[in-house]
């Protein structure tokens, strides 16, 4: 079975939404999750960078070099045009690579960020992922995770997702519909905010799409990945907890300098 097409998905949303106002509330999550204003020429890695926002987003904050990559071309074809239209002239690459071929991603070289927001865990298996990701953080960097957290509902949500991916589109978009209502209910419950509000950028309804949709899905409690990266050699630095039971927790680890 084929998994969920990301790419088509973030093709669609750049077409439409993918403007100055988004770019600036991702640059304004990116400062709030590290805590820091400026990048001050830092080198930055984004793997599985969908649209590429995050990536422009980095250099709006004052990354040096940065490098975007993903496994689907429509990712990286939307990154492309996003990058064309809002920072023609940064030093931003695109590139197809999986988090899955360590030696492709060997070859990327090290970095003093490296961001990995809501990607790992699509990959099908995800502690390989977290594994070839973290080795590209050089001594003294910084490597964001967002994982979806480990729920006792989360099975059911792989079911979900999985038959997302087996039926027709028509019945696709009758699951979107339904659950777009579901999860507006369950969040303005859980988070009292209104859930169109523009989180990170991006927007509630490809959100949703990309919620039921993205299969692969795993998914890991935070001492499970603190546990696993501390493996690693990275120290866990921060985390900020999923808004709500299975979304996304945000760690922030660090590499001690040799
Ligand atoms: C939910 S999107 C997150 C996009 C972006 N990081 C963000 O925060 O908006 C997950 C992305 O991971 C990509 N992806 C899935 N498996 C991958 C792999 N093995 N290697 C690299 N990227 C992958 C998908 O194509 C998709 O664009």
């Given at each position: 079975m084929r998994g969920f097409d990301f790419g088509a998905n973030w093709q669609a949303f750049s077409a439409?939404?993918?403007?100055?106002?988004?770019?600036?509330?991702?640059?304004?999550?990116?400062?709030?999750?590290?805590?820091?204003?400026?990048?001050?020429?830092?080198?930055?890695?984004?793997?599985?960078?969908?649209?590429?926002?995050?990536?422009?987003?980095?250099?709006?904050?004052?990354?040096?070099?940065?490098v975007g990559i993903d496994i689907n071309p429509r990712s990286i074809a939307a990154s492309v045009q996003n990058l064309a239209r809002l920072a023609p002239h940064a030093p931003i690459t695109f590139q197809q690579c999986s988090a899955l071929d360590s030696a492709a991603m060997a070859g990327l070289g090290q970095f003093d960020l490296v961001y990995a927001w809501?990607?790992?865990?699509?990959?099908?298996?995800?502690?390989?992922?977290?594994?070839?990701?973290?080795?590209?953080?050089?001594?003294?960097?910084?490597?964001?995770?967002?994982?979806?957290?480990?729920?006792?509902?989360?099975?059911?949500?792989?079911?979900?997702?999985?038959?997302?991916?087996?039926?027709?589109?028509?019945?696709?978009?009758?699951?979107?519909?339904?659950?777009?209502?579901?999860?507006?209910?369950?969040?303005?419950?859980?988070?009292?905010?209104?859930?169109?509000e523009k989180e990170r950028g991006m927007d509630f309804w490809y959100d949703v799409i990309d919620w039921i949709g993205g299969y692969p899905y795993e998914y890991a409690t935070p001492s499970e990945i603190e546990r696993f990266v501390a493996g690693l050699g990275l120290q866990l630095r921060r985390v900020v907890p999923a808004q709500v039971p299975t979304g996304c927790n945000e760690l922030v680890f660090g590499r001690p300098t040799r």
């Open positions: 439409d939404h993918v403007d100055e106002r988004r770019l600036a509330i991702a640059a304004q999550s990116l400062r709030q999750l590290l805590q820091r204003e400026d990048l001050g020429g830092a080198s930055v890695l984004d793997v599985g960078c969908g649209s590429g926002i995050f990536a422009v987003a980095a250099y709006g904050i004052g990354a040096g070099r940065v809501g990607s790992l865990h699509h990959t099908g298996a995800m502690w390989a992922a977290i594994r070839n990701t973290a080795s590209l953080v050089a001594p003294g960097g910084t490597m964001v995770l967002a994982i979806y957290n480990r729920h006792i509902t989360s099975p059911i949500w792989r079911g979900i997702k999985w038959l997302y991916n087996r039926v027709p589109a028509i019945a696709q978009r009758l699951m979107a519909i339904i659950f777009a209502g579901i999860i507006y209910l369950a969040k303005l419950a859980v988070t009292r905010r209104n859930p169109l």
